[in-house]
């Protein structure tokens, strides 16, 4: 991804309400940060927020966190949060890897992933977002009954994903696609800003949604 650096987007972030500072430090106790006990659905790695914002709107009865570990990409969800002023939303500028200490467990009810980044070198295998290193932190904070939901248009990505839900212990697949504009979730589907840019290119775009087992 084409990154510009953003003047003072670090600054903008520290002063928002709607981003988190000292994040750990709220671990096992989301809840009170929203005023409610809504569930709470996670998004990784959710760029410029177009998706997260999306759902927020729709769904009021559900608190979204959104987690991009760059701030002039961060800076752009905060400026669409500024005119919308959501209750439900909120965001933090982290690495991803770090998820675990930010969650306690069984704190998050769902995970979105969308297009992550690929990684496409064996030896960073374990940076990408659905290896079993993630699964395993994904494991400690997402409620049993929990899904995560993932969707790219990049087929390598896509396949080493269904090959690590399977690998990974405790883990199943609940479903996929190779063609989720052509499939039953369709009608649900929100797209993303990267899935809006892929669709007009005429690229498939691959969705599979995992849980743990019983
Ligand atoms: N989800 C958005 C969408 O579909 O339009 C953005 C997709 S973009 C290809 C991937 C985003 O994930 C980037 O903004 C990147 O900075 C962020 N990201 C990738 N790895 C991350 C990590 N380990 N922790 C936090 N953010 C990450």
């Known amino acids: 991804m084409r990154l510009r650096n953003v003047p003072g987007s670090r600054d903008v972030i520290a002063e928002s309400p709607f981003t988190v500072k000292n994040e750990t430090e709220y671990q096992g106790k989301w809840n009170s940060l929203f005023g409610n006990d809504n569930p709470i659905h996670i998004e990784v790695g959710m760029g410029k927020g177009q998706f997260l914002m999306t759902l927020a709107a729709a769904h009021p009865e559900v608190n979204y966190v ?3 570990k760059y701030s002039s990409v961060l800076i752009r969800a905060i400026e669409k949060q500024e005119e919308a002023e959501l209750p439900n939303v909120l965001f933090i500028r982290m690495e991803a890897e770090h998820i675990a200490e930010v969650f306690g467990k069984e704190e998050v009810s769902r995970i979105y992933l969308n297009f992550s980044d690929p990684w496409p070198k064996d030896r960073h295998a374990k940076r990408r977002l659905t290896s079993r290193q993630f699964l395993e932190r994904y494991a400690k904070i997402l409620k049993r009954e929990g899904h995560i939901i993932f969707k790219t248009d990049n087929r390598e990505l896509f396949d080493f994903s269904l090959e690590e839900a ?5 883990w199943k697949l609940l479903n996929h696609t190779f063609d989720l504009h ?3 979730f369709a009608k649900d589907n929100v797209m993303t800003e990267y899935e809006q840019r892929f669709v007009e290119k005429g690229n498939a775009i691959c969705r599979m949604e995992i849980a743990q087992e019983a």
């Not at 399977?166 to 405790?170: K, N, Q, S, V």
């Open 66 to 68: 959104g987690i991009e």
């Open 182 to 184: 052509h499939s039953e």
């Open 166 to 170: 399977e690998a990974a212990p405790g």
